[in-house]
């Protein structure tokens, strides 16, 4: 028996964005896998047959895979992103404060007359 205690992973599938379409062309991912996501953040943008339109995700949590690169086209209700919704995961690398990752110029005392 295999239990996932860790990992909560959530699917966000290609909802029907147009009435009665069946797919969508994926144009441009706003996320990659390690982002940290929250409810209704959009994090792609589709076009269908009649419009462009950009896709909020449901749920907070830690992004773990895009199922699809930009440019492929996906039939409604296909799995297109995976999320870890589990709390527990921290992102990729923290980012570190610009004056932090580089060494400070020395800074030369007033000179005395």
């Keep these: 028996m295999t239990t996932m205690t860790d990992t909560a992973l959530a699917e966000f599938k290609m909802p029907d964005v147009g ?3 069946t797919e969508a062309e994926i144009l441009k991912w706003y996320v990659a896998p390690g982002d940290t996501v929250t409810d209704g953040q959009v994090v792609c943008e ?5 419009a462009a339109v950009e896709l909020p995700i449901p749920f907070n949590g830690v992004v773990g895979e895009l199922r699809f690169p930009e440019g492929t086209t996906v039939d409604v209700g296909q799995v297109i992103i995976t999320v870890d919704v589990s709390g527990g995961a921290a992102p990729a690398a923290p980012a ?13 005392a007033p000179a005395r007359h």
């Design 19 to 21: 009435e009665g379409l």
């Design 46 to 50: 589709v076009e269908t047959a009649k």
């Design 96 to 108: 570190a404060p610009a004056a932090a990752a580089a060494p400070a110029e020395p800074v030369a």
